[in-house]
């Protein structure tokens, strides 16, 4: 185990110059308790690793050098303001980081009625000291964080079953809890190593190293839940723009834990930095590896509507998981079920009716299956 992974000495250095604050800090620079283990990064400048915070197993993120780009050069996550931690500024009073921050919200979040809830509760989790008070230390960390889609997307849905809870922060870095399985299927190898597999062995590779059929059936309801979850939440809806295996995990019992929720952004935000952006084709108007919207050739300008749910792209993804040691009594349906569930578009008529037919049926089928099996 270390303490250097991450760039753990630049948040240490305004820690103790007064600049930062948070519940970590004191662990991280001066009681040195807290320590990176294993990393989890798939991809060299991905800060992720296991740590142990004061005897207990959490996930450690650190934000990358260089910030999350839209493939047509738009920044959806401004790297500036969290690397200088320069707002809010000395004299900044609570009530004027209230409405910084609900200006911030309105921005990416849309126009909710309830933000001002949303407002305090960020006052509740940047007062990490729980003194009552929000020192300018700890309102410049949270800031920073609030830049970051996962950290505010934890926040939201910190009483949900499937996101992890959030242990604590300092500057921006922030732990989360731990969890067990960090890929969706039972083996997962260094990025050096990953580069060099062919992406067909590696799918046959993946289904070997996977749990049994009731446990998978399991995870996948989790997964379903969590689309529920960020599907018109209490702040608006959510767009899974990455849904892939690697972001996904689960605990000892095969309840489904996000590992990754950095490609997880809320529409409104994404419309906004996507509509009117210029395009020769389609494969411009993408961001992340799955939400896309289409060119428009009259104008070549991206439209904003993302054109798959993200129900849809969660079937894609347990299409084969499923399929494969699927109970031969239920196949034929679940496989239906699977592909009117990857045929699911934004722009069909009584879509959220739809959307909620078809995933509640999903969800009755695997768990009827497996409600009485030992390994559920």
Known sequence: LKRSACPASRSCDKYKTGVIDG???????????LYFGKCLSTKPNNQMYLGIWDNLPGVVKCQMEQALHLDFGTELEPRKEIVLFDKPTRGTTVQKFKEMVYSLFKAKLGDQGNLSELVNLILTVADGDKDGQVSLGEAKSAWAL????????????QDKEHTPKLMG????????????????????????????IPSGFRRSMDQLFTPSWPRKAKIAIGLLEFVEDVFHGPYGNFLMCDTSAKNLGYNDKYDLKMVDMRKIVPETNLKELIK????????DCVYGTDCRTSCDQSTMKCTSEVIQPNLAKACQ???????????????????????????????ANQMEMEHSLILNNLKTLLWKKISYTNDS
């Not at 609030?146 to 849905?157: D, S, T």
């Open 23 to 33: 519940p970590a800090c004191n662990s991280l620079c001066v009681t040195e308790t």
């Open 146 to 157: 609030l830049q970051l889609n996962e950290f505010l997307l934890m926040v939201i849905l």
């Open 169 to 196: 922060f300092c500057g921006d870095l922030y732990v989360m809890e731990s969890v067990e399985y960090t890929s969706l299927y039972g083996v997962s190898l260094p990025w050096v190593i990953e580069l060099f």
């Open 276 to 283: 009117d952006r210029h395009c020769e084709s389609d494969l």
């Open 317 to 347: 993804l347990l299409k084969d998981y499923l399929l494969r040691g699927a109970p031969s009594e239920i196949r034929e349906e679940l496989e239906k079920q699977l592909y009117s569930c990857i045929a699911l578009k934004v722009t």
